[in-house]
């Protein structure tokens, strides 16, 4: 399965219906065209969620990929000693530090480096892979597909956070889990994914 946020819409490209993606509307597999979809819904300010059923999502999957221009990037679920999260505050949204990957670069290494230029921090350990997200935005007038990995890391005894300024970061903060609440009513559906996935 693959799912692909562009703004608030999901597309989700898969082989077989859970039940939980029942409620979804469903997007006609013949014919489909993704320059045509996207068209159709990125200018929709309402969270929305649209199933592509088909016996190859990978094959269709990389048909979206090559028909747009491909980024990596990484970055990381970072917790403290004191069971906080990092959050980062940009352009107007709560989200979670990550960045591009350097050509040639290890993609758990740009992860790191992300978060310790983002949040002006030393991450002490990584753990393993939480999981990949992808969406898809417009740079520079063209349309762009964005996968970024997230690792799961700790930073312990780093009180003392510097938001990246240059990258309109504008504030980092540690927040509990309890606190969620503030960065659910104004963050990215695909953040969310990576929180419920952490709470889960």
């Known amino acids: 399965m ?23 509307q469903k997007v006609d597999y013949e014919g489909f065209q993704f320059n045509r979809f996207y068209q159709q819904i990125k200018d929709n ?25 491909y980024i990596k990037a990484a970055g990381g679920l970072v917790r403290n000693e004191e069971n906080k999260y990092l959050f980062i505050f940009r352009k107007g949204k709560w989200d979670l530090p990550k960045g591009k990957i350097d050509e040639g670069e290890k993609t758990k290494v740009a992860a790191v480096r992300e978060v310790e230029e983002e949040c002006g921090i030393k991450v002490t350990s990584v753990d393993e892979k939480l999981c990949k997200t992808y969406h898809i935005y417009v740079m520079n007038g063209e349309v762009v597909l964005k996968k970024t990995t997230w690792y799961r890391m700790h930073a312990n005894n780093q009180p003392v956070l510097i938001p990246q300024l240059e990258e309109d970061i504008t ?3 540690w927040l509990a889990p309890e606190e969620f609440t503030i960065v659910k009513q104004n963050t990215y559906p695909l953040i969310l994914d990576v929180i419920e996935r952490i709470e889960s």
């Open 171 to 173: 504030e980092a903060r």
């Open 2 to 24: 693959y799912q692909i946020y562009i703004n608030h819409t999901a597309l989700i490209i898969t082989e077989t219906i859970e039940n939980s993606l029942l409620n979804s």
């Open 45 to 69: 300010p309402s969270p929305e969620r649209y199933l592509l059923v088909t016996k190859d999502p990978k094959k269709l999957f990389k048909e979206i990929r090559y028909s747009l221009r």
